[in-house]
C-alpha cells in the first residue's frame, strides 16, 4: 500500500488538499485554504519526477506565499460589505411596527417589531392608537421614538 502512494504521489497532495478543505469549513479564516493552494499547487508537480523533500518545499513555498498573498484579498472579499451592515438597535431605525399599547401625551406605550415588544414613545408628542402603523425614528436606551405612518 506504500508502494502505490510513493509511486503516486500526486494522490497523496490531493487528500491533503481535500482534508485541508474540510478543516477550513470549521474555521473560515482561510488559513487552511492558502495551505490546500499550496497542496494543490504541490500536487500538479508531485506529476513531474521530483524528489519528496523537494515536493515538501514546494508546498512550504506555495503554502506561506499564498497566506501573504491569497489570504488578504479573500478577506478583503468576505468582509467588502461588513461597514455597511446596520446591527443590533441601529437595525431597528426606519422598519416599521404596529402600536400594541397605546402611546398617550407623556407616557410612553409599547410597538411590536417583528415580533420583539418595544417601549415607544411618539415622536411629536401626539397619541397613537392601538393597532396604529409607526415608523421608528430614533431610539435612545430600550426606548424607541416612532412616528405613524
Known amino acids: ?22 478543516f477550513e469549513l470549521g474555521f473560515g479564516d482561510f488559513f487552511l485554504t ?12 508531485s506529476l513531474f519526477p521530483l524528489p ?11 503554502g506561506v506565499a499564498s497566506v501573504y ?8 472579499a468576505l ?5 455597511h451592515r446596520q446591527s443590533n438597535v441601529d437595525a431597528l431605525i426606519g422598519r416599521t411596527g404596529v402600536v ?3 402611546i398617550e401625551v407623556g407616557k410612553d406605550g409599547y410597538v411590536k417589531v417583528d415580533g420583539d415588544e418595544w417601549r415607544a414613545k411618539s415622536e411629536d408628542g401626539s397619541p397613537i392608537a392601538v393597532g396604529k402603523n409607526v415608523k421608528i425614528v430614533s431610539m435612545e436606551s430600550i426606548v424607541v421614538t416612532v412616528k405613524p405612518l
Open 1 to 22: 500500500m506504500l508502494d502505490f502512494f510513493v509511486a503516486h504521489y500526486w494522490l497523496v497532495w490531493l487528500i491533503i488538499a481535500g482534508l485541508l478543505l474540510i
Open 34 to 45: 492558502c495551505l490546500a493552494v499550496g497542496a494543490l499547487t504541490t500536487m500538479v508537480f
Open 52 to 62: 519528496f523533500w523537494a515536493q515538501v518545499l514546494i508546498f512550504a513555498i506555495t
Open 69 to 76: 498573498l491569497l489570504r488578504p484579498r479573500l478577506l478583503h
Open 79 to 83: 468582509q467588502a460589505k461588513a461597514d
Open 100 to 102: 400594541i399599547e397605546p
